[in-house]
């Protein structure tokens, strides 16, 4: 909830989201699919949607190996999309929205994880755009931020950090 006014917060926030789908989406389902537990059968059954029961069990129950690896592979580049900041944290965080809008279809414990998960990305999103507007609007020079004879990265992050400069100096 910080993430929006902290750059700390929107760093933790940042690291926790990648974190959670590189190592506990990616690596958790890694797992899983290499000692072959039949974890993956039952994943559907809690659907609303025959649809999505029946395409489940016939199509991707038999080839849980090539879509659960597709999945593993999803998540692992969502994550690490998050983690790398800038403009790709934000096409990772989109991701990983379309991903849980998805799981919305599956019924069951995801009714109420995915839409907890659509506002915490949404809000950390909505954080790391706010970030990269400032960082990309360059600093005005009315004497509220630095002069462009300034370092570009102190000047760059005197304006992230909001601070005000005082020129004392005509």
Known sequence: MRAGNNERARQVGRWTIGALFIVFGA????????????????????????????????????HQEFF????????????????????????????????HVGQLAFGGVLWVWAPLMLLTLGMLLRAERRAWKVARTPAPHDGTAPRPTASAGAALSQHRAGARHVDRHP
């Open 68 to 99: 659960i690896t597709l999945l593993i592979l999803a998540e692992a580049v969502a994550g690490s999309l998050v983690l790398a900041g800038g403009r790709m944290t934000q096409v990772g965080l989109e991701a990983l929205m379309a991903f």
């Open 27 to 62: 690596a958790v389902n890694a797992f899983y699919l290499a000692v072959g537990t039949d974890s993956y059968a039952d994943f559907a059954q809690r659907s609303p949607f025959a649809f999505v029961r029946d395409t489940w069990a016939s199509l991707v129950v038999p």
